[in-house]
Nanobody, 115 residues
Framework: QVQLVESGGGLVQAGGSLRLSCAAS????????MGWYRQAPGKPRDVVAL???????NYADSVKGRFTISRDNAKNTVYLQMNTLKPEDTAVYYC?????????WGQGTQVTVSS
């Protein structure tokens, strides 16, 4: 059982930045895939960014060039650096880990971008 705890959400003006953190209960070295997803009101949960154990990353087109996902295995933490935020980035952001074909989710953290 992997537990994930997100933090770092909040209210920011358009053009601002936030850094989300996802702390895992076990070593991230043993977690092949981790990622950030987001869900806006009335919309499905969508992928934002993914990272594997080799550090390879993938991003949704809507965030390419603005968001950066990274992992610090020494701290068992995955980050999402979000720059040049837009009102349409407003959502609850969730961290996900995939371990031995099982998915684990955090509780989510709210990001609100005002115009």
């Amino acid at each position: 059982q992997v537990q994930l705890v997100e933090s770092g959400g909040g209210l920011v003006q358009a053009g601002g930045s936030l850094r989300l953190s996802c702390a895992a209960s076990e070593s991230t070295i043993s977690i092949p895939f981790m990622g950030w997803y987001r869900q806006a009101p009335g919309k499905p949960r969508d992928v934002v960014a993914l990272i594997n154990s080799a550090g390879l990353t993938n991003y949704a087109d809507s965030v390419k060039g603005r968001f950066t996902i990274s992992r610090d295995n020494a701290k068992n933490t995955v980050y999402l650096q979000m720059n040049t935020l837009k009102p349409e980035d407003t959502a609850v952001y969730y961290c996900k880990a995939v371990v031995r074909s099982r998915e684990y989710w955090g509780q989510g953290t709210q990001v609100t971008v005002s115009s």
